[in-house]
T-cell receptor
Framework: DTGVSQNPRHKITKRGQNVTFRCDPI?????LYWYRQTLGQGPEFLTY????????KSRLLSDRFSAERPKGSFSTLEIQRTEQGDSAMYLC????????FGPGTRLTVL | AQTVTQSQPEMSVQEAETVTLSCTYD???????LFWYKQPPSRQMILVIR??????QNATENRFSVNFQKAAKSFSLKISDSQLGDAAMYFC???????????????FGPGTSLSVIP
């Protein structure tokens, strides 16, 4: 256990629905990253927070994606109007020299 | 932009034997870290070993060691005395900057799936 938790662990939704994932990082870490991992691939960077400020967003993060980190604690990643191409594992990481990863949320869009 | 390449999608090793996973990367930076991460099926990604670019000595962690060739931009992982629990996806990864950098986005390779044969 790395100390990073993510909920839910699995989410199955129908195309067009909205979904929200939560990440609870290691409490004393002020940075937080979201990555997306598709089957058979390595994780790809989505976005990065330093405390509550979202400092960088990948081109992978379309307008349907939004991430927040209120008060610099937990973070949420919301996907609106899901598409089948959004099916992936969404990983949260809490870095301090190395990246400590959460278990991920596996999203399946039917 | 930095890239990480792993040319072996799948590898297998006999239990107790040694296996080497390959990784190459491309960067124009001089200060960076390289990592090997392990992701067992349906389990969390964990760090196996890391190498600081400015250190010439290869990193070692118990049965895991690396061969870091900075000029060739090569970073291979050697697993000695392979165990059944070593079966997993292994990702080579790159990060810019020093250990306490405030920007630590990691760039991952596509991974190598390692099977351990009893």
């Amino acid at each position: 256990d790395t100390g990073v938790s993510q909920n839910p662990r699995h989410k199955i939704t129908k195309r067009g629905q909205n979904v929200t994932f939560r990440c609870d990082p290691i409490s004393e870490h002020n940075r937080l990253y979201w990555y997306r991992q598709t089957l058979g691939q390595g994780p790809e960077f989505l976005t990065y927070f330093q405390n509550e400020a979202q400092l960088e967003k990948s081109r992978l993060l379309s307008d349907r994606f939004s991430a927040e980190r209120p008060k610099g604690s937990f973070s949420t990643l919301e996907i609106q109007r899901t598409e089948q191409g959004d099916s992936a594992m969404y990983l949260c990481a809490s870095p301090d020299g190395e990246q400590f990863f959460g278990p991920g949320t596996r999203l399946t869009v039917l | 932009a930095q890239t990480v390449t792993q040319s072996q999608p799948e590898m297998s090793v006999q239990e107790a034997e040694t296996v080497t996973l390959s990784c190459t990367y491309d960067t124009s930076e001089s200060d960076y870290y390289l990592f090997w991460y392990k992701q067992p099926p349906s389990r969390q990604m964990i760090l196996v070993i890391r190498q600081e670019a400015y250190k010439q000595q290869n990193a070692t962690e118990n049965r895991f060691s690396v061969n870091f060739q900075k000029a060739a931009k090569s970073f291979s992982l050697k697993i000695s005395d392979s165990q059944l629990g070593d079966a997993a996806m292994y990702f080579c990864a790159y990060r810019s900057g020093g250990l306490k950098t405030s920007y630590d986005k990691v760039i991952f390779g596509p991974g190598t799936s390692l099977s351990v044969i009893p």
